[in-house]
């Protein structure tokens, strides 16, 4: 079991570059959901996904795709990427339950400069 | 979900019991408090969750009030390596459109 797996943990852009973040899992978790966090703040939910084929948008989709074509990869899209966007990226997924953990991935740490 | 408040910072001594309060006052009767933390930026980390009774697993206890507004997470005897950010959350079903505030962070003094 690898658990939640991100890829690249690190990676730099400029502006107006396009990029995708990639999350997998191998737990067969239905739920999945990318967050955001920025420094002093909390993790704040971008978008998410209740099973293959379903998604959803979070507190703060603007400027993030997302699409769920297997239960394994949720992968988030940035389509023309912007110095706000700087952050790091944290991918998570649960079992579709009230009484399960959630499991997070290491992270991403993203720059746009 | 249930809304979380949590005091922004606490510090504990080396080998003391580190006890992080956490009200969740509008928690409905199916919802569970969980815990997780964060040490520096790694991905947050499940500790325990409970719905009503106390909880104790290897890394921590859970004290849930009775009347479930509020709870207490319990590092019976903390250590440098527990330093981080401690988050208190009360998710609905399959954590859906759950957020994770600015918990607390804790800082085990030597």
């Known amino acids: 079991n690898a658990g939640v797996t991100q890829t690249p943990k690190f990676q730099v852009l400029k502006t107006g570059q396009s990029m995708t973040l990639q999350c997998a899992q191998d737990m067969n978790h239905e739920y999945m959901s990318w967050y955001r966090q920025d420094p002093g703040m909390g993790l704040r939910l971008i978008h998410y996904?209740?099973?293959?084929?379903?998604?959803d948008q979070g507190e703060v989709p603007n400027g993030y795709n997302v699409s769920r074509s297997t239960t394994e990869d949720f992968p988030l899209r940035l389509l023309s990427a912007a110095p706000s966007q700087t952050s790091v990226y944290f991918c998570?997924?649960?079992?579709?339950?009230?009484?399960?953990?959630?499991?997070f991935g290491q992270g991403t740490r993203l720059t746009v400069v | 979900d249930a809304k979380t408040t949590q005091p922004p910072s606490m510090d504990c001594a080396e080998g003391r019991a580190a006890n992080l309060p956490c009200n969740h006052s509008?928690?409905?009767?199916?919802?569970?408090v969980y815990w997780y933390r964060q040490i520096h930026s790694q991905g947050p980390q499940y500790i325990i969750h409970?719905?009503?009774n106390n909880e104790t697993n290897e890394m921590a206890s859970l004290i849930i009030t009775e009347d479930r507004k509020s709870s207490t997470l319990i590092l019976p005897h903390a250590t440098l390596r527990d330093t981080a950010v401690y988050y208190c959350?009360?998710?609905?079903?399959?954590?859906?459109?759950?957020?994770f505030g600015i918990g607390t962070k804790l800082q085990v003094i030597p």
């Open positions: 996904s209740v099973g293959a084929g379903i998604t």
């Open positions: 959350i009360s998710p609905p079903r399959g954590y859906q459109k759950v957020t």
């Open positions: 409970g719905l009503k």
């Open positions: 509008t928690i409905s009767g199916n919802e569970y």
């Open positions: 998570a997924s649960s079992y579709w339950d009230t009484n399960t953990e959630a499991f």
